[in-house]
């Protein structure tokens, strides 16, 4: 490889680093693998903790990367049936007559932005994470799975 840049891979630059906390609980998201490693892992609240498993970092290209290993994907989410009496959120399809759910999964970085890139206002202790490519918020159901 030469000095161009050509085929090199790009380094990732981090802005900050924070825990995402269910506002007014106790419970912080984390991987549902059990470790911040396991890709496509789906994301669980859990009881706060200290450590890499509950320590998201903010690129610069705005993704939210867990322990600096996978990203938080919202368009690789696998569909997710619904129960007849759970609401749909907004955005939600249907597929084969059921509703359906995409839950977002820990993926690996891609930096191409798309179901990757999130947005927040930093600054707030209280705040929606909000993702582009699929138009929605990252929210919770009534269990502890996001």
Do not use: I
């Amino acid at each position: 490889m030469g000095g161009d840049g050509v085929g090199r891979r790009s380094s990732r630059s981090y802005v900050r680093s924070f825990t995402l906390r269910l506002s007014g609980t106790r419970l912080c998201a984390r991987s549902s693998g059990g470790d911040a490693t396991v890709k496509k892992s789906a994301l669980v609240l859990a009881p706060c903790l200290r450590g890499k498993d509950f320590t998201w970092f903010e690129s610069d290209r705005r993704e939210l990367v867990l322990a600096q290993v996978l990203c938080l994907d919202a368009a690789s989410g696998v569909g997710k049936a619904l129960k007849p009496q759970q609401a749909a959120p907004a955005g939600e399809g249907e597929e084969g007559g059921e509703r359906v759910r995409r839950l977002p999964r820990l993926m690996k970085c891609h930096g191409l932005g798309e179901g990757q890139e999130w947005r927040f206002r930093a600054g707030e202790a209280a705040t929606a994470l909000y993702n582009m490519a699929a138009g929605l918020c990252l929210g919770t159901t009534g269990g502890r799975n996001f």
